[in-house]
């Protein structure tokens, strides 16, 4: 009998071979793909996220060669799309796409980091991460005999890590929620590499509580949408959860990513952009055009039953960093 743990079991059918990623299936927004982030909405959220990197570069003392580097690119949108933005800062940045599914692996060098501006969108949902169940008296979790799941406890080397969560401490027996180690290990080593500033963006809730009240974190997509059962068809479907926040290492600063655009300019970008198109309507060229579709970027990226409710997490050196 062939008995796997969850999160090996969502790594293999994502990362293994022929997994979901690894395979290519993993096609992130693109026409027909099985989802669209906010970097596949169009340019408006690069030219957004460059108004940051710009704010940073000018209060780090505009450092000679900043270097922005894009973990789990997936295809590369986000970099083509902050390439096009118009500020200070382009003229000197050095961009750098980086996904573990073409060819980078899971743990990016230190070398890359330090000094950087890293940037992650979607990534930490698609880190392999485990099903937890709080009982009486302790936790268990998800392993698959055969393919399909049943319970088993949880070692006690995590069960240490679970009960440092406050709002896991607190949960009621019953209550299922995604343990996303993976992730903050992850987070923890990009940090421990020294970069200037990272920034994540993903779907989720400041607090593992908050996510098992509400239910639904397991998220699987497949086809045009959300699909149900993770255990159908491994390689052929995204398995993802939605980002418990808090058990990440602690950020220094968690807000809404409709809160953030804003901080960070949309609005002025959209009203640029509406200028610039009325002012070349007549004869509207490929940059007009692509001034115009900021209005309906703007209401997929601020909406706030959709991209609008995400989260974006920084954490930013306390010198300022320089590259
Ligand atoms: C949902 S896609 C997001 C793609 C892109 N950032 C976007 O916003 O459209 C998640 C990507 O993260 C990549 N990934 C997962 N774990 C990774 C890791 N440890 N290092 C680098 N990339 C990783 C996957 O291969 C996948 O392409």
Redesign the pocket.
Known sequence: MRVERFDAFVERS??GADGF??SGR?A??RRGGD??????TGPLFGAVLANRIDEWWRGAGRPEAPRVV??????G??ARSLALAEVPVARHWTIES?????G?????PAELLRGAVVV????L???AFRWVRKVDGGWHEVWLADGRPAWDEVDRATVARLEAVPSIRALEPGAEFPWCGGAAD?IAGVLAAGPALLIV?DYGAPTTGALARRGGWLRTYAGHGRGDDPFDRPGHI?I?TDVPFDQLPAPSSLRAQAQVMRAWGIEDLVAEGRRRWEAAAARPDLTAMRMRSRISEADALLAPDGLGAFWCAEWEHPSGGSA
């Open positions: 994502l990362y990623y690894s993993g992130a927004g989802f669209v982030t906010s970097a596949e894009d973990l789990g690119a997936g295809p949108t986000l980086v996904d573990r599914a073409t980078a692996g899971p743990t990016p992650a969108n979607e990534l949902d698609n880190v992850l963006f995204d993802t």
